[in-house]
């Protein structure tokens, strides 16, 4: 069974930095497109950036150049550093692995980490 565990959100200064983790267990991680995906209430869960097995990354256009996503495949884990927060990126972030077609999450979501950004 996939297990997903994020971690590494918190509170952060507008123009700050949070790098957040996640732990995959339970699949053949080397072998997958993962994905961050972040929700803020009242909103569908869009999807931040993802990075496939061989390291493409692609990205939403309101984090390029801000976000960058990387994984370890020997801890089986993926990250995504986070630059030059503003308000905007306030939400509960998600790892996930991404629908081709729909970029909808294909796994049971874990709890998420909650990024706050606030003066």
């Known amino acids: 069974q996939v297990k997903l565990v994020e971690s590494g959100g918190g509170l952060v200064q507008p123009g700050g930095s949070l790098r957040l983790s996640c732990v995959v267990s339970?699949?053949?991680?080397?072998?997958?497109?993962m994905g961050w995906y972040r929700q803020t209430p009242g909103k569908q869960r869009e999807l931040v950036a993802r990075?496939?097995?061989?390291?493409?990354?692609r990205y939403l256009n309101s984090v390029k150049d801000r976000f960058k996503i990387s994984r370890d495949n020997v801890k089986n884990t993926v990250y995504l550093e986070m630059n030059s927060l503003n308000p905007e990126d306030t939400a509960v972030y998600y790892c996930?692995?991404?629908?081709?077609?729909?970029?909808?999450?294909?796994?049971?979501w874990g709890q998420g980490t909650q990024v706050s950004v606030s003066s």
């Open positions: 996930n692995i991404p629908n081709p077609l729909t970029n909808q999450g294909l796994w049971n």
């Open positions: 990075i496939t097995n061989t390291g493409t990354t």
């Open positions: 339970g699949s053949r991680f080397r072998d997958i497109t």
